[in-house]
């Protein structure tokens, strides 16, 4: 499967965001699809996942009840709203796939796979 993130772009603080990632290729095989994002000179970090089947999700607590990952099955595609953001959420947003019999709730970068281009997110105060 195939991934590709966009909906980036500059915003002020305490405004709104909606990320895609839209699934192509063997998009029949629905492992849990993972956001993740990489600051400038920062490490990769993990934002939240959601299952293809009942749409159930996690996140990572520096952007629980701020961010919401939704999906919708018939267009292969992976949302990323986000609220109330800050400067600190400035960063390149992936999303990728949970690799094959990894556990659910991973937040390790290392057990998702088939990354997308990233999408920038800049975010001014």
């Known amino acids: 499967v195939q991934l590709q993130a966009f909906g980036g772009g500059l915003v002020q603080a305490g405004s709104s965001l909606r990320l895609s990632c839209a699934a192509s290729?063997?998009?029949?095989?629905?492992?849990?699809i993972g956001w993740f994002r990489q600051a400038s000179g920062k490490e990769r970090e993990f934002v939240g996942a959601?299952?293809?089947?009942?749409?159930?999700?996690y996140y990572a607590d520096s952007v629980k009840g701020r961010f919401t990952i939704s999906r919708d099955n018939a267009k292969n595609t992976v949302y990323l709203q986000m609220n109330s953001l800050k400067p600190e959420d400035t960063a390149i947003y992936y999303c990728?796939?949970?690799?094959?019999?990894?556990?659910?709730?991973?937040?390790?970068?290392?057990?998702?796979?088939?990354w997308g281009q990233g999408t920038l997110v800049t975010v001014s105060s």
């Open positions: 990728a796939t949970m690799r094959p019999d990894r556990r659910w709730g991973s937040t390790r970068g290392n057990d998702f796979g088939s």
């Open positions: 290729g063997r998009t029949f095989i629905r492992y849990p």
């Open positions: 959601i299952t293809w089947s009942e749409g159930s999700t």
